[in-house]
């Protein structure tokens, strides 16, 4: 694995040092962000809506999907809570 810098390890030299019982708490900076679990969804949209958001990736240079997830999760932000449904009683 080449490596960037100076001094950098690859993640299986630094597996080998901690295997070994050395400390290699100076590699970690714990500074991370959650990761949550994926799902797969189907969204039915018109060609324009699909132009209209192929033209937007193209213009920022990221995916249609980087465009889609950014502007609902803005939609979403500013979008007041919804208030939660009463639940029926069975019977």
């Given at each position: 694995m080449p490596k960037t810098f100076k001094g950098a390890m690859s993640a299986d030299e630094i597996?080998?040092?901690?295997?070994r019982g050395e400390d290699i708490s100076a590699y970690f900076t714990n500074k991370f962000t959650v990761v949550r679990p994926v799902r797969r969804v189907n969204v039915d949209l018109t060609q324009g809506m699909l132009r209209e958001l192929d033209e937007r990736a193209a213009r920022l240079n990221v995916s249609r999907q980087a465009v889609i997830k950014t502007l609902l999760g803005r939609a979403l932000a500013e979008a007041p809570p919804s208030k939660p449904k009463p639940r029926r009683k069975a019977g």
């Amino acid at each position: 694995m080449p490596k960037t810098f100076k001094g950098a390890m690859s993640a299986d030299e630094i597996a080998e040092k901690a295997s070994r019982g050395e400390d290699i708490s100076a590699y970690f900076t714990n500074k991370f962000t959650v990761v949550r679990p994926v799902r797969r969804v189907n969204v039915d949209l018109t060609q324009g809506m699909l132009r209209e958001l192929d033209e937007r990736a193209a213009r920022l240079n990221v995916s249609r999907q980087a465009v889609i997830k950014t502007l609902l999760g803005r939609a979403l932000a500013e979008a007041p809570p919804s208030k939660p449904k009463p639940r029926r009683k069975a019977g």
